[in-house]
C-alpha cells in the first residue's frame, strides 16, 4: 500500500482531528488512542478530508504559508499516516 | 515523599468505571476481590460533575468501563453529556444483554467506538471463563456492531486456559470485521493475582502465541490492526506503567475514588481522594495520592541510579507492593530487582501447579475473601 496521487485522501473512520484547548495543540482521536499533532502534521491532516488529492494539498498549504518545496515533507508525513491507517484514499 | 517541582501534565484518558456489577465471571477480572463491600454509586449528577471537571482539566479520551457499564441505566445519557463535552467516547464491554436498540441508541448520543470482549474462540471454553453462557450472544452482538458501523476492537484478554486458541482467535476477529484486535495477557492484580497459579501460562505456550500474532499482524496489515500486550512476568524490564505516574490517566472508581492507576486502591494507607470531597483539579494538582510517585523523589535503588528511570518509571507502584509488600520498591519483573526471585518464584510455582479450579468473580466469592 502507497500514496497514490490520483486519490483524494481522507481520515479513515473512526478516526477524529480536533482542536484541544486545555492543550493549545490538534490531536487525532481513534480507538482508545490519540496522537498529539504538531502544527505541520495538523496543517496537512486537516486537508484530508476527501476532497484533496496531494497535488491539492501541497499546492494549498504551499499557498497559505507562501512558501515552496513543501512536497517532500507532505509525502513522508502522509506515508507515515497511511502505514498507520489513520488515513485512507479512494479514487 | 518527594513530587515533581514540575505542574504536572494535564490528565488526558479518563477511565469511568460505572459500577462493579457485571453479569459475567472472569476470574481475571482486574476489580478488587472485596468489590461486593464498595457500596455507593455515585448518580448521574455526580458523574456528570467528573466528566465536565476532567474535560476541563484537558481530559479527550473516555472510556466507560465497569464493571459491565451496560448496567448503568443513565449509560446513554453520560454517553450523550460526553459527547457534548467533546470526549472521543469508548464503550469497554462483555456486549451481554445489548441489543440493536442499544447499539443505535449509543450511535444516537454519539458513541465513538465499543470494544467487546471474548473469553475465547470456542463456545465451551468462552461460556466456562466468563462463568455466564454468553458466546453466540456475544459474536452476534460484533456483528451488529458492525452493521451499525462503528469501529470496533475486539479484545481477548490471554491466560494460560485459552492461549492456545490464539490462531482460532485472529480468524474469528477477521470473521467478526474487528478493526482493532487487542490480545492483552492477563496482567496479574485483583482476580488474576488471585488464580495466577492457574492462569500464568508457560513460556512456550507464549512463545508460539507471540509467532502467530506476529505472522497475522504481517498479513493484516492495513486491514486489523493487532495488539498483542505482553506478559511482564516473562520481561527482563517492568511496563512504563501508566505511561507516568499521574502524567496521563486518571480512574474513577464506582464510589468516585478518583485513582492514578485502575488497581491505585488496594495499596494500603493510600487515601486516595474521593470526587465526592474534591474538585478533580484539586485531585489531580494537589491531592498526595497523585504526586506520589510524581518525578523520581521516591526512588530507592536500583531505580534511583538506573539509566532506564526516564524510560519505565520503575514500573508498576501496585505490582511492587502485591509481590514485595513495600509500592516503593523497584518493580520486581525487573531483573535488576534485588527481589525479582519473587517473579521467577511464581512463575515456577505456577507452572507446576496443575489444579485448574478457579475461584470466579462473583459476589459470593467476593464475600468470602474480604479481608
Known sequence: ?91 | MAGSIKAPSPPRWLLAELTYACPLQCPYCSNPLDYANIKGELSTDDWKRVLKQSREMGAVQLGFSGGEPLVRKDLVELVNYSHELGYYTNLITSGYNMDEAKIIALKNAGLDHIQISLQASSKELNDFIAGTESFEQKKQVAKLIKKNDYPMVLCVVLHRQNIHQMKDMLDMAIELGADFVELANTQYYGWAQHNRDQLLPTHEQLKTAEAIANEYQETQKGKMKIYYVVPDYYEGRPKACMNGWGTTFLTISPDGLALPCHSARQLPNFDCPSVNEHSISDIWNESKAFNYFRGDGWMKEPCRSCPEKDKDFGGCHCQAFLLTGDATNTDPVCDLSPLHHTVTDAIEKAVQTNESALTFRNSKNSQLLKK
Open chain 1, 1 to 91: 500500500m502507497s500514496l497514490q496521487t490520483d486519490q483524494a485522501i481522507k481520515l479513515s473512520s473512526g478516526y477524529r482531528l480536533q482542536w484541544e484547548e486545555a492543550q493549545q495543540m490538534f490531536v487525532l482521536l481513534y480507538p482508545e488512542g490519540l496522537i498529539e499533532l504538531n502544527q505541520s502534521s495538523a496543517e496537512i491532516l486537516q486537508l484530508c478530508d476527501g476532497q484533496h488529492k496531494l497535488a491539492d494539498i501541497v499546492q494549498t498549504l504551499e499557498t497559505k504559508f507562501s512558501t515552496t518545496g513543501l512536497e517532500n515533507d507532505i509525502v513522508s508525513f502522509l506515508t507515515i499516516a497511511l502505514d498507520n491507517g489513520w488515513i485512507n484514499q479512494s479514487a
